[in-house]
């Protein structure tokens, strides 16, 4: 019903900065938050950032000041811009969304993941 196709993720050195873009398409009545995690190998799924229909934002600790999330609702796209990228964030990144099929309806959908590596 929705689907979430995440791109911009590649190798990057150290220093450097990547944009990720994470499109919904389908039948979407309205989204709600958004949300990017990250899984690092042999590592749990962590909540980098967040961002709500409003346009609030939360940020793990361990991005604050280098990542921001964005969102343009009329493309139903949100954004992760990464800058001052460190080996320590690569990772496989993923798009979540909390969406409002039909009123009254809030379903959770995930992305199918991009892979960012970030070199030393």
């Known amino acids: 019903q929705v689907q979430l196709v995440e791109s911009g993720g590649g190798l990057v050195q150290a220093g450097g900065s990547l944009r990720l873009s994470c499109a919904a398409s389908g039948r979407i009545f309205s989204i709600n938050a958004m949300y990017w995690y990250r899984q690092a190998p042999e590592k749990q799924r962590e909540l980098v950032a967040s961002?709500?229909?409003?346009?609030?934002?939360n940020y793990a600790d361990s991005v604050k000041g280098r990542f921001t999330i964005s969102r343009d609702n009329g493309k139903n796209t949100v954004y992760l811009q990464m800058n001052n990228l460190k080996p320590g964030d690569t990772a496989v990144y993923y798009c979540n969304a909390l969406v409002t099929v039909v009123p009254g309806h809030l379903n959770d959908y995930w992305g199918q993941g991009t892979q960012v590596t970030v070199s030393s």
């Open positions: 961002i709500t229909s409003g346009g609030s934002t």
